[in-house]
């Protein structure tokens, strides 16, 4: 079946590390991403990698702490989140596309696969 597996997240005092991962199973996706949610918020783009050449993108909150990268061999991928602040917290979720076309990266209803999502919380 196919479906998107995270792992990682936890809670971590502000200024910590966490690492979450994202494996598709039973398909390998153009395009995989995170975007991020809060209670009353709208879901809000974190990062976004494309596995045909590893093109890397990046929302203006999240760059130079965040880092995103991906293994081929596993279509998974690795959010390196550093330096974190009260306001990175809320449920991360994982997407996925497999067609290809456009760029719509930032766009939650691009992606045609979710993870169940994993919670984030960064103490003050």
């Known amino acids: 079946q196919a479906q998107l597996v995270e792992s990682g997240g936890g809670s971590v005092q502000a200024g910590g590390s966490l690492d979450l991962a994202c494996a598709a199973s039973?398909?390998?996706?153009?395009?995989m991403g995170w975007f991020r949610q809060a209670p009353g918020q709208e879901r809000e783009f974190v990062a976004a990698?494309?596995?045909?050449?590893?093109?890397?993108y990046y929302a203006d909150s999240v760059r130079g702490r965040f880092t995103l990268s991906k293994d081929n061999s596993r279509n998974t991928m690795l959010l390196q989140m550093r330096d974190l602040k009260p306001d990175d917290s809320g449920v991360y979720f994982c997407?996925?596309?497999?067609?290809?076309?456009?760029?719509?990266?930032?766009?939650?209803?691009?992606?045609?696969?979710w993870g169940q999502g994993t919670q984030v919380t960064v103490a003050s």
């Open positions: 990698i494309w596995f045909v050449d590893g093109d890397t």
């Open positions: 997407a996925a596309r497999v067609a290809l076309g456009s760029n719509d990266y930032s766009t939650p209803n691009w992606y045609h696969r």
């Open positions: 039973s398909f390998s996706p153009s395009i």
